[in-house]
Nanobody, 126 residues
C-alpha cells in the first residue's frame, strides 16, 4: 500500500490546516490509520489514530480538543483537521497504517505501523 500525505504549509499561530492521506495500491478501509509527527532533532511522536470503522479515535494529550482525525473509506483517504495551531505543532507530519484487518483498536504505538507516507511539512509561525 502506498500513502500520500498532503495539505501541509505555513500558517500563523491560531490558524488551521487540513491534512489528507490518500492510499493507493490497496484499500485501507479495513485498517487502522494514524498520524505521527517529527520535529527537527526529535523522535517521531504519535498525534492521532482512527480504527478501521472510524468509531474509535485516539489523540495525543498535546492535540486533544484541537485536532480531529477522520476517514472516508469510499475515497480511501484519512484526514487530520488541525485548529488553533501553535508553534510547537511545527513538524513533518506522517500518515501510516498498521495493515491489520479490522482490528478494533486505533493503535498509538509507533511500532505497530507498517506502512508510511512520505510526510508533509507543517510550519506554524508565532
Amino acid at each position: 500500500v502506498q500513502l500520500q500525505a498532503s495539505g501541509g504549509g505555513l500558517v500563523q499561530a491560531g490558524g488551521s490546516l487540513r491534512l489528507s492521506c490518500a492510499a493507493s495500491g490497496r484499500t485501507v478501509s479495513s485498517y487502522a490509520m494514524g498520524w505521527f509527527r517529527q520535529a527537527p532533532g526529535k523522535e517521531r511522536e504519535f498525534v492521532a489514530a482512527i480504527n478501521w470503522g472510524g468509531y474509535i479515535t485516539n489523540y495525543a494529550d498535546s492535540v486533544m480538543g484541537r485536532f480531529t482525525i477522520s476517514r472516508d473509506n469510499a475515497k480511501n483517504t484519512v484526514y487530520l483537521q488541525m485548529n488553533s495551531l501553535k508553534p510547537e505543532d511545527t513538524a513533518v507530519y506522517y500518515c501510516g497504517t498498521d495493515g491489520k484487518f479490522r482490528i478494533t483498536e486505533a493503535t498509538t504505538r509507533l511500532r505497530d505501523y507498517l506502512y508510511w507516507g512520505q510526510g508533509t511539512q507543517v510550519t506554524v509561525s508565532s
